[in-house]
């Protein structure tokens, strides 16, 4: 089943994780893929794991700045003419007390989660004139109180309550929003933060499924929201957390 056949999607924060294992899932089906991020490096290293030439387009794009993203779209379109999904997963995080938060920090937090979000979903329904499927990353944290998150949290909230209204407001021209709130997914920014044994162990023991998630695990529920399976979904968010917001584990 090739249900991507021709179609194309842009990934934000395409380069490794989440956002790689979806390029991945996609590209398993037919689909011509966008990665945009800001490392060209990251980018060309994805570019060659994936190894699908033509099929896969990479435009180093920083998503807090709307110029940037602006070129993007215009770069997709000059290549590929037309775009039929977005997943816009780039994110940063910064995880410290609210009394120790810089106004530098919280705008960098808030420019690529939310402004990030917002314009590049914005610049990019241009060019999904015959409708098509968006998908927001947001996170577990917009459903539970963790100390030391307090902008990053408040970010992921703003775009879960985003795809809500953005819902309603393209669905006239046939363009479904919908978001995935990952749970612990073990990518490099995870690991990065939970960098010993015993903080992924504090971490797993939360879950009710008993293990961490990996970046497939998100893959392939972005790949079904992209795809028309889902064609009577907008407005929701979909929770791949194991049951970390929902249930206590034994």
């Not at 590209?27 to 011509?32: F, H, I, M, P, T």
């Not at 960098?195 to 939360?206: G, S």
Request: with cysteine.
């Amino acid at each position: 089943m090739n249900e991507f056949s021709d179609k194309a999607v842009l990934i934000t924060g395409g380069g490794s994780g989440m956002g790689l294992a979806t390029a991945q899932r996609l590209l398993s089906e037919g689909a011509r893929v966008v990665l945009a991020g800001r490392s060209s490096e990251r980018l060309d290293k994805a570019v060659r794991e994936l190894d699908a030439g033509e099929r896969v387009l990479a435009v180093p794009t920083d998503v807090s700045r709307p110029g940037e993203v602006g070129a993007l779209v215009s770069r997709i379109e000059q290549d590929f003419g037309t775009l039929d999904g977005v997943f816009a997963n780039a994110g940063v995080a910064g995880f410290s007390r609210s009394g120790d938060v810089t106004e530098e920090a919280f705008d960098d937090i808030v420019a690529t989660n939310l402004k990030g979000v917002y314009f590049t979903i914005q610049q990019a329904v241009r060019l999904m004139g015959g409708g098509g499927s968006v998908v927001v990353n947001g996170s577990w944290l917009a459903h539970r109180g963790l100390a030391f998150t307090s902008v990053y949290a408040a970010s992921k909230a703003a775009v879960i309550n985003l795809v809500r209204t953005l819902a309603a407001d393209l669905a006239p021209g046939g363009i479904r929003v919908n978001a995935i709130s990952p749970g612990y997914i073990v990518t490099e920014m995870f690991e990065a933060i939970s960098n010993t044994p015993e903080a992924q162990e504090a971490c797993r023991a939360q879950v009710a499924l008993g293990r961490l998630g990996t970046p497939e695990d998100v893959a392939d529920v972005a790949a079904f929201l992209l795809s028309p399976r889902s064609s009577y979904i907008t407005g929701q968010e979909l929770r791949v957390d194991g049951g970390l917001t929902t249930s206590v584990p034994l």
